[in-house]
Structure formats: C-alpha cells, structure tokens
C-alpha cells in the first residue's frame, strides 16, 4: 500500500515460515477486528466448501430477513442452508429482551447444526456480539466448538472475539480498519457491501 506521499511503508522481515506436517480433521477460524472483510472472508470460505461438495450452513446472529444480502441470494442458490437468526442491528432494537430470546434460539440452531454433524462447515456469522453481550453463555459455545464432531469445521465472524474464543481456535485474523468509505457518509453500496 502506498501513502499519499507516494512512499512505500516498511515491510516486516520474513518470517521463518515450518513446513506443515499434519493434516487436521476440522478447523475452527476466526474472523476478527474492527476493519471491513470479517463476514466476506468467511462467505469466501463457504464458496470453497461448496466446490467441494460439503454440506454447508450459515446462521448469521445479527441480520434480519428485512436484509437482503448477495451472498445468501448465491449461496442458497448453490444449496448452502442460510438462517438469520437476528432482528437486526441492537441500536434499531425496540424490545432487547425480544432480540436477546431471538440470538438465545439462533445459537440452539447453531449448536445443533455443530453437533448433529450433517454439516462440514457452519458459519456463525457475528456471533461474537451475543456471546460479549452475554446472551449466549460464552463457555457453552466453546464446549460445543471443542467437543464438535470430527468433520465439523467452524467459521465464526464478529468484532471483539472473546479471548476463549481466540484460545480455542486454530486460525484468527484481525481486520484491520485503515479507512472506510462509510466515515466519510457513504451508504452501504448493494454489489460491494451487501
């Protein structure tokens, strides 16, 4: 990335990078941060999952039904079972203990979704706000997550990962916000944001 004065920021030394020897049965990623790409990345995932041939279920804890994403269009398409398991963003939110009951029964979806082992790949989109929020036990999750069946690989997405949830996980990347089109007043973009 260039700055605005044209000089190239210093690059990190490489890292001393070992050759990866084994070969694990399932996963659990992270997606992380402040910055834009969390829930992105993650659909990435899905899209490569699905070229596989694996089953694959996305249960997103924040966005409602009244959102119509671009990825959910496709990804239903290509036989992905998509939930939303929100009403939408808290601070729109005219009854929180309605949201929190509607976030308690998305994660006993989830949860069942990991369990019942039906799926290769589960999503868990934005799940870290109820779990920082307390409306879904933190360690039952990562009781589930640890105790999941073998096959079942985990993608879970949202700001402030719980350091538990951080432990437990095999890959975490933190998003990182240089600049977002929305600080300087641009609406959300259909195609580009959602």
């Known amino acids: 990335m260039n700055t605005s004065e044209g000089a190239t920021p210093p ?3 490489p890292r001393q990078i070992r050759k990866a020897t084994t070969r ?12 834009k790409g969390k829930s992105t990345a993650a659909f990435g995932v899905v899209l490569r999952a699905v070229a596989r041939d694996w089953n694959v279920c996305v249960i997103q804890f924040i966005k409602s039904g009244k959102w119509k994403v671009g990825e959910e269009k496709i990804c239903r398409d290509l036989g992905v ?3 939303k ?8 939110s005219t ?8 976030a308690m029964g998305s994660w006993q979806l989830a949860k069942a979704a990991i ?3 039906e799926y290769h790949l ?5 799940i870290t706000y109820p779990m920082n929020w307390r409306w879904i036990d933190p360690s039952e999750v990562i009781d589930t997550f640890q105790n999941r069946p073998r096959h079942v690989n985990i993608v879970a997405t949202g700001r402030g990962a719980p350091l ?8 975490v990347t933190e998003m990182v916000n240089v600049r977002h089109a929305f600080d300087n007043g641009v609406k959300a973009r259909r195609g580009i944001d959602f």
């Open 24 to 35: 694990a049965e399932s996963l659990i990623i992270v997606n992380t941060g402040d910055g």
């Open 122 to 126: 589960v999503v868990l989109d934005e």
């Open 85 to 92: 398991g929100g009403d939408g963003f808290t601070w729109e």
């Open 164 to 171: 538990e949830l951080i432990a437990i996980a095999d890959t």
């Open 11 to 13: 690059q990190e030394p």
């Open 81 to 83: 079972d998509w939930l």
């Open 115 to 117: 369990e019942n082992g």
């Open 95 to 102: 009854d929180l203990d309605a949201t929190e009951k509607i």
